[in-house]
Antibody
């Protein structure tokens, strides 16, 4: 069975950094397209970043230059390095597997999420 | 800021049929990108409900159906059940933003 387990969330001050992890099982991260999606408290879903199987990365405009998505093939783990954090980055962060297609793509498996709170 | 617009809430009695609209634009739904739907039960992660042209993952009942027109899409839930009470989101790809976009979300209440 496919399973995604996020960790690394917590309370951080504005301007601080945090690294989220997403441990995958049941499939190989490096052979798939992987994404991060976030949900601010009481709000809707927002796509944050995607890393293709070939390594190309894409980001939401508001996190470009601050967030970096990467993966560790030996540990089958996805990461999100978040720097220069702002209050508006406060959200539950989900990792999800993206199933690409010529007409876009959909997220077929999701983790349980990890909460990031940016506050002084 | 979501580029796909959904009604904030819809409600219906058990057994009734409700529909949720998802309105986009020429850079996402209107550009031919697929629309997908997710269900998020209270306090849980989103779950893929329907993808592409009415494809349902294993375990999703056929009470859920979709339709699509020029720049919009709809999710219909027939035979509404108490367990359907959740938030529902549409999702597509936007060529102007070069990224994936979600709808504003709709809360379904079973009366």
């Amino acid at each position: 069975d496919v399973q995604l387990v996020e960790s690394g969330g917590g309370l951080v001050q504005p301007g601080g950094s945090l690294r989220l992890s997403c441990a995958a099982s049941g499939f190989t991260v490096s052979r798939n397209f992987m994404s991060w999606v976030r949900q601010a408290p009481g709000k809707g879903l927002e796509w944050v970043s995607t890393i293709y199987s070939g390594g190309r990365t894409y980001y939401l405009d508001s996190v470009k230059g601050r967030f970096t998505v990467s993966r560790d093939n030996s540990n089958n783990t996805l990461y999100l390095q978040m720097n220069s954090l702002r209050a508006e980055d406060t959200a539950v962060y989900y990792c999800a597997r993206l199933r690409p297609s010529s007409q876009g793509g959909h997220f077929d498996s999701w983790g349980q999420g990890t909460l990031v709170t940016v506050s002084s | 800021q979501s580029v796909l617009t959904q009604p904030p809430s819809v409600s219906g009695a058990p057994g009734q049929r409700v529909t949720i609209s998802c309105t986009g634009s020429s850079s996402n739904i209107g550009a031919g990108y697929d629309v997908h739907w997710y269900q998020q039960l209270p306090g849980t992660a989103p779950k893929l409900l329907i993808y592409g042209n009415s494809n349902r993952p294993s375990g999703v009942p056929d009470r859920f159906s979709v339709s699509k027109s020029a720049t919009s899409a709809s999710l219909a839930i027939s035979g509404l059940q108490a367990e359907d009470e959740a938030d529902y989101y549409c999702q597509s790809y936007d060529s102007s933003l070069s990224g994936y976009v979600f709808g504003t979300g709709t809360k379904v209440t079973v009366l």
